[in-house]
């Protein structure tokens, strides 16, 4: 079946731009997590959806990063008036449950010029 | 505060031979312990799940152990292949909680 898809798979921008990415998880995984990835660095958790809970908002570097989700479906990561420190992989992952193993999406490429 | 710590210098060995990661954490008491490999460009991909009172887990040529008392875990993958170069994340889990995740290391397998 198909896996996690994120769009675009690479961006450029201008310094104070706002961005959206996208990622479509696995259909019926409940959970969603959005990861930044720094080159050469490890996976920095960002937020974290569950079904209809209010989302774990706890690794969002500032208030220029924001997320939505509809439902158990797509998801968007927005940063706003970004900043040359926000170049990197972004990441999203699906599971079935917040304690199973992650799929992950192929990733974003974000550079900022 | 916590902190989990791979590797962060690449790892050569020679085809045929069992290569050994290292995973090692401070002030965290995980409740579960996952490896995922991560190729150049792509995400990574899950491939072993350990849990905090299992001592090993195997699947094919990999093998897991995780010592809560060392707070380490151990990373084998036997009979090494140029195919299993990539980098192996580990992540660490609390019951309940997110995944945080090591560095990485390097693996690179030389025909």
């Known amino acids: 079946g198909a896996g996690v898809s994120q769009s675009p798979s690479n961006k450029v921008t201008e310094k104070g731009k706002d961005v959206e990415l996208r990622c479509d998880p696995i259909?019926?995984?409940?959970?969603l997590y959005w990861y930044r990835q720094r080159l050469g660095q490890g996976l920095e958790f960002l937020i974290y959806?569950?079904?209809?809970?209010?989302?774990?908002k706890s690794g969002l570097p500032s208030d220029r990063f924001s997320a939505e989700r509809t439902g158990e479906s797509v998801s968007t990561l927005t940063i706003q008036r970004t900043q040359q420190e926000d170049s990197a992989v972004y990441l999203c992952?699906?599971?079935?449950?917040?304690?199973?193993?992650?799929?992950f999406g192929p990733g974003t490429r974000l550079t900022v010029l | 505060s916590q902190k989990i710590e791979q590797n962060s210098e690449a790892l050569n060995i020679q085809e045929g031979k069992t290569a050994t990661l290292t995973c090692n954490y401070t002030n965290y008491s995980p409740a579960y312990l996952q490896w995922y490999r991560q190729d150049p460009g792509r995400g990574p991909v899950f491939l072993l799940l350990?849990?905090?009172?299992?001592k090993e887990k195997r699947k094919e040529r990999l093998k897991v152990t995780f010592d809560t008392t060392l707070k380490q875990s151990l990373f084998h993958i036997t009979a090494s292949q140029p195919a299993d170069s990539a980098t192996y994340l580990c992540a660490l889990q609390r019951a309940g909680n997110m995944l945080t995740f090591g560095g990485g290391t390097r693996l690179m397998v030389k025909p």
């Open positions: 350990i849990r905090e009172n299992e």
């Open positions: 959806f569950q079904g209809n809970s209010a989302p774990d």
């Open positions: 259909s019926g995984h409940t959970a």
């Open positions: 992952a699906s599971s079935p449950y917040r304690l199973d193993e992650q799929f």
